[in-house]
T-cell receptor, first 113, second 111 residues
Framework: DVKVTQSSRYLVKRTGEKVFLECVQDMDHENMFWYRQDPGLGLRLIYFSYDVKMKEKGDIPEGYSVSREKKERFSLILESASTNQTSMYLCASSLGRRGSPLHFGNGTRLTVT | GDSVTQMEGPVTLSEEAFLTINCTYTATGYPSLFWYVQYPGEGLQLLLKATKADDKGSNKGFEATYRKETTSFHLEKGSVQVSDSAVYFC??????????FGTGTRLQVFP
């Protein structure tokens, strides 16, 4: 089974801090994704990556950046955390073939105070 | 752009009742369609998928048929259990192989 591991389950940070959310997958998947999940809004795509050192903006990239130095690891960075970034963050990976499903981690619930 | 619309919840049912959660989509081309389930405190898990028109995806007693003529992918189960209580997400893969999700439907099943 594919395993997608997010480094923290719960995180509490202060406004203005730089925050790193880490995600590792163990199945040599090409594609990796970061979504945020908010009640009533479903999942919204922040950034995704098709290959090492490649990144593409999703629907809501403002206030975020990403890093993919190795194929198995995809990091989400909040350059200066704000209270409106309090949310559940979900990392996912996929094979990269058409119709491939996404495999999700268990999520990181981030609270910015 | 591409989008997914699913019925608002919560859907509240008694055990052994019939379940339908409606999902319709708007897309250019021929997307693959998915249902994901999220149990409390967990990430999303793939429940079933269909990759072309008239395909039926099925898993754990759940079914959904890809209907191109009505642009729908409704989720059904003949007899729900308490353990099916979760949030269900309909999704499509766009031309760039990203998944676009609906807003989710919470299902609550009572004994």
């Amino acid at each position: 089974d594919v395993k997608v591991t997010q480094s923290s389950r719960y995180l509490v940070k202060r406004t203005g801090e730089k925050v790193f959310l880490e995600c590792v997958q163990d199945m040599d998947h090409e594609n990796m994704f970061w979504y945020r999940q908010d009640p009533g809004l479903g999942l919204r795509l922040i950034y995704f990556s098709y290959d090492v050192k490649m990144k593409e903006k999703g629907d809501i990239p403002e206030g975020y950046s990403v890093s993919r130095e190795k194929k198995e690891r995809f990091s989400l960075i909040l350059e200066s955390a704000s209270t409106n970034q309090t949310s559940m963050y979900l990392c996912a990976s996929s094979l990269g073939r058409r119709g491939s499903p996404l495999h999700f981690g268990n999520g990181t619930r981030l609270t910015v105070t | 752009g591409d989008s997914v619309t699913q019925m608002e919840g919560p859907v509240t049912l008694s055990e052994e009742a019939f379940l339908t959660i409606n999902c319709t989509y708007t897309a250019t081309g021929y997307p693959s369609l998915f249902w994901y389930v999220q149990y409390p405190g967990e990430g999303l898990q793939l429940l079933l998928k269909a990759t072309k028109a008239d395909d039926k995806g099925s898993n754990k007693g759940f079914e959904a048929t890809y209907r191109k003529e009505t642009t729908s992918f409704h989720l059904e189960k003949g007899s729900v259990q308490v353990s099916d209580s979760a949030v269900y997400f309909c999704a499509l893969s766009d031309h760039a192989d990203k998944l676009i999700f609906g807003t989710g439907t919470r299902l609550q099943v009572f004994p």
